[in-house]
């Protein structure tokens, strides 16, 4: 059984991506997040291994716990990040 989500943040869009996660972030020791897009595109950019991403509906995000990292809406979408204690299943 995959794990459950102990946090999940709003619902952002295009124009309430909150400028933090466009720059250069990381999760917390012990955290995984996964990016969601509800509607759209998400440019999603880990920085160490270097690596980008175009998220879909289909294809969610992974960040491992204190993996520096920074997304950028491709207009319009919708996304939310799930927030977890143990690696999640995609």
Not at 24 to 44: C, D, M, P, S
Request: proline residues 11%.
């Amino acid at each position: 059984m995959s794990p459950q989500p102990y946090r999940t943040s709003p619902v952002f869009d295009e124009n309430t991506l909150p400028a933090a996660l466009q720059s250069e972030h990381n999760t917390k020791a012990g955290v995984w997040g996964v990016i969601r897009i509800l509607e759209g595109q998400l440019h999603y950019c880990v920085l160490d291994p270097r690596a980008e991403h175009i998220l879909t509906p289909d294809n969610p995000g992974l960040i491992l716990p204190e993996q520096k990292h920074f997304v950028t809406a491709l207009w319009p979408m919708r996304m939310q990040v799930e927030f977890y204690t143990a690696a999640p299943a995609l």
